[in-house]
């Protein structure tokens, strides 16, 4: 498994990671309350980062690298770009990860454990929590609209193949 570092230095972690784009919406001491609740990993090419079936308190932020994105074994997605989320499911609706994700490259990212932040009073675990959902929700709608146009896409493939097996 990836080496994992804490982030003991909150000054240092947040002058270099505050830039990554979805933890724009995060300010202050619950910028804070999530650096101590992460820690930066990394992970070798061709090593598993979350396994299909399984339980996960993990969303993770890509940092540098590209992962593959699996279901049954079946390649359904690759992520890679500065501040890109996976694992998030889980985070969402507490059931097993729906995905394998596995390294293509050398891999650093930003694990955040919300096991962590429910540690939290009510008021600041609740904000985070509603960021989190913020920045999930508009990661899959960005998901859900690619996802759109590639089935709009193979549809429009199909119907033409169709049309030419008739002629």
Do not use: W
């Not at 947040?14 to 910028?31: A, C, E, M, V």
């Not at 980062?49 to 940092?63: D, M, N, P, Y």
């Not at 429910?118 to 008021?123: A, Y």
């Not at 609740?126 to 998901?143: D, E, G, K, N, W």
């Amino acid at each position: 498994m990836g080496q994992f570092l804490p982030l003991d230095d909150l000054q240092t972690y947040k002058q270099t990671l505050q830039h990554i784009p979805h933890l724009k919406d995060f300010r202050g001491k619950y910028l804070d309350e999530l650096f101590r609740a992460s820690e930066l990993c990394d992970f070798a090419a061709g090593e598993t980062i979350v396994e299909e079936g399984e339980f996960g308190h993990q969303i993770f932020f890509l940092l540098l690298g590209e992962v593959a994105v699996t279901k049954k074994g079946v390649p359904v997605a690759s992520i890679r770009g500065y501040g890109e989320i996976f694992g998030e499911d889980p985070i969402l609706n507490q059931e097993r990860r729906a995905a394998t994700v596995k390294a293509v490259t050398p891999c650093y990212c930003l694990s955040v454990h919300t096991q962590r932040l429910e540690m939290l009073n009510d008021q600041e675990q609740r904000s985070c929590f509603a960021v989190i959902h913020h920045i999930c929700a508009q990661v899959l709608s960005r998901r859900l609209k690619e996802t759109t146009e590639e089935l709009a896409r193979v549809e429009n493939e199909l119907q033409v193949l169709r049309s030419q097996m008739v002629k």
